[in-house]
């Protein structure tokens, strides 16, 4: 090997010999007995105060006093009854099994008319990924259907199918489908290159290929797309519900405003607002997020 | 001479980009035997990438055929494992555990158990062992390339086709994942077809090399016994030095 000789030159900083370099290690024990804090107990208001939910409850509590006092000082039921009304009348309508039964009429038909968009969807979108006139298919319809309101085919749908579970499902059909397919479309199409060509690796294709790589891949959009398909469901549901009401001898939180709004009992009225309001709360807070938490935010799809 | 491990005869590649129609290889020709560190090594542009996913089976060659074993390749399969470079490889729903014993179960149609000990084995060998539990999106670039290759090596394929495994990783991580490849190669002397565009990894890595020059790719040399040469006497500085002329020469030329 060349040795490489330095040419004489005069050193500049230091009197150490150039071209060799130079190792200094340093003293970190005994250095200093102080250190900073390095770690110390959050105490237990501090840690309440990071908890988001407590932050929140704390809000809605404070919104409630605030409803509490507006309510009293107005003094008028008909218009704006107080928190306290509203729960009396809350607790009424479950105690007397009405409010309930609302519900679980809402829920029933929500629940069919969910199921059925769902599997519409993903019927459409097994036909969007695998032939391109299937994709064509599927983007034409949503970018049609997609901006119109569920609700406005109510009046069409009472023709069709007449005053009953029938028009109700196929509205829901209609809110719940297009937003379902859309993402559970774009969430394959956005599945890596690198992905597909290892599930080809293994030799998996047709359904399986779907089922063990497509789906758990895209699976953050889909369930996007199944929340934003439950929160369109939900609310058009209750619009119907106000405008057709009762049909086929009960019917659902929507007709339990409506009934009351009739009769005047206003805390009623707000009692079944507030029912629909804690559902939809329940099922987004509940069900989805737990759903999150267990799937794509363990798998560090989603933060 | 025996039938070859790996026959690539007369390969061209061409693939459509939006108007116009890429040669990405021209009649490109190669032998791999069993138990090779075969490396394609050449500037980007030369094919080499598009090359070794026609050996994948992903794409079909317009001219010349590929054959394995004797089988010609038409289409993606687990006898032939690939490694890719991106560190998204891994499947994020599932388990390191899970994600070595995934190809078994479904490629091989192995048992659950005993997908379990195969894949434990060979993360053992990665030296995973304490990341078995762990979710990918738990782990550095690293070990996720670990996990990548022991998957590979799990299925036990005729050829392992690693596609600049380690071009994303950092210098460091980089070394230590070629030294225990090599290591593994060691213990159980696979036959691996290794793309890179680094002149020293091919040099570290391969016993044969072959050079491709680009637009369109062609072999422009083929260096066999490159694990004679050491790092330590300067031959490899040497190898490599020699190496990079060949490669970049054209070049000069075309300057010129």
């Known amino acids: 090997m060349t040795t490489i000789t330095q040419p004489a030159r005069p050193s500049t900083t230091k009197d150490e010999t150039i071209g060799q370099a130079r190792i200094a290690m340093r003293d970190q024990g005994g250095a200093g007995e102080h250190l900073g804090e ?266 | 001479m025996t039938q070859p491990l790996l026959d690539v005869s007369g390969v061209t590649l061409r693939y459509k980009t939006p108007g116009v129609l890429v040669t990405a290889t021209e009649r490109v020709s190669f032998q791999v035997n069993t138990s090779d560190r075969f490396v394609l090594l050449g500037p980007s542009g030369c094919g080499k990438s598009t090359l070794l996913k026609a050996v994948g089976g992903y794409l079909t060659p317009s001219e010349g055929a590929i054959t394995i074993k004797g089988r010609k390749v038409t289409e993606p399969g687990a006898d032939r494992m690939m490694v890719f470079q991106e560190f998204d490889q891994l499947l994020p729903w599932r388990t390191v555990l899970e994600n070595v014993m995934f190809p078994l179960q479904v490629a091989r149609r192995l048992g659950r158990k005993e997908a379990e000990t195969k894949a434990r084995h060979y993360i053992d060998k990665v030296g995973l062992t304490r990341a078995v539990n762990s979710y990918p999106h738990t782990l550095s670039g690293g070990m996720k390339q670990r996990v990548a290759i022991a998957r590979g090596m799990a299925m036990e394929p005729d050829i392992l086709l690693m596609d600049e495994p380690f071009a994303a990783l950092d210098a460091l991580t980089r070394r230590t994942c070629q030294d225990e490849l090599l290591q593994l190669w060691e213990e159980t002397k696979f036959t691996v077809l290794f793309v890179t565009h680094s002149i020293a990894e091919a040099i570290k890595i391969g016993n044969r090399i072959l050079l491709l020059s680009p637009h369109p790719g062609r072999v422009k040399a083929e260096v066999v016994d490159v694990d004679k040469v050491s790092p330590t006497d300067g031959t490899a500085g040497q190898l490599e030095k020699k190496i990079h002329e060949l490669l970049f020469a054209d070049e000069a030329a075309h300057a010129e």
């Open chain 1, 38 to 303: 390095v770690e110390r107990k959050l105490s237990t208001l501090e840690m309440l105060w990071d908890n988001g939910f407590v932050r929140k409850l704390l809000l809605l509590i404070l919104l409630g006093i605030v409803w509490e006092i507006y309510g009293r000082s107005l003094n008028n039921p008909l218009l704006f009854p107080t928190l306290s009304e509203t729960f009396d009348s809350m607790k009424d309508g479950i105690v007397s099994g009405v409010l309930p039964l609302r519900a679980w009429t809402s829920l029933k038909v929500l629940l069919m008319g969910y199921a059925a968009g769902v599997v519409l969807a993903a019927a459409l979108t097994i036909a969007a990924i695998n032939t391109r006139l299937g994709t064509d298919f599927l983007e034409t319809m949503t970018a049609m259907f997609s901006p119109l309101p569920a609700i406005a085919l109510l009046p069409l749908a009472l023709i069709w199918f007449g005053l009953g579970n029938g028009s109700l499902v196929f509205i829901l059909i209609h809110s719940v489908l297009w937003a379902v397919a859309l993402n559970t479309h774009s969430g394959f199409r956005a599945v890596s290159q690198t992905l597909r060509m290892v599930g080809r690796n293994y030799g998996l294709r047709g359904l399986a290929y779907v089922f063990r790589i497509l789906i758990p891949a895209a699976f953050p959009s889909i369930l996007t797309g199944l929340k934003i398909g439950w929160a369109f469901a939900w609310r058009t549901l209750i619009a119907a519900e106000l405008v057709f009401g009762v049909s086929s001898g009960q019917g659902g939180l929507g007709w339990y405003i409506f009934e009351n709004r009739n009769l005047l009992d206003i805390p009623a009225v707000f009692a079944g607002l507030l029912t629909v309001i804690v559902i939809g709360l329940v099922v987004e807070n509940l069900i989805f997020r737990t759903l999150e938490r267990r799937t794509v935010q363990k798998w560090g799809m989603q933060n």
